[in-house]
Each structure stands twice: as C-alpha cells, then as structure tokens.
C-alpha cells in the first residue's frame, strides 16, 4: 500500500493516462486510484487510517508508541 505522485496514473480502460500524479495503491499489483491531496496533515491520516485497515484486516494490532527511549 502507498500513496505517491512519482508518476502519471493509467486510466483503468488502458487509453491514456489522467493529468493528475497524485494517487494510492491498495496492493503492490493495483494500477492506482486518485487521489486528491488537500495537504499534509489529510495525507498522513488517510495513510494511517489505511495501515490500520489492513493491519485490522490481517488481525495484527495497530500499537502506537508514543514513550521512546534512544540508546547508544
């Protein structure tokens, strides 16, 4: 799963590609689904919300540290 704007996304008949880059993969093997950035705080929340999506979906739990220690 992924969200970019590295390239212009195929339109899901084959003819051509849509104007606009940016746009999400649910698999590694989806062609790509639009995506409308509105800015960077809407960008991490959707991809949040998708990881917990999947993770839920595979029955993983979705822990989110927030206590970190550095080591050496």
Not at 21 to 41: I, L, N, Q
Request: negative net charge; hydrophobic residues 40%; aromatic residues 10%.
């Amino acid at each position: 799963m992924g969200f970019d704007n590295a390239h212009l996304l195929k339109r899901r008949s084959g003819r051509g590609k849509l104007a606009a880059a940016d746009h999400w993969h649910r698999t590694t093997g989806d062609r790509g689904r639009p995506y409308v950035f509105k800015s960077a705080e809407q960008l991490l929340d959707d991809f949040f919300a998708e990881v917990e999506r999947i993770l839920a979906e595979r029955s993983v739990p979705f822990d989110v540290v927030t206590d970190v220690e550095e080591g050496n």
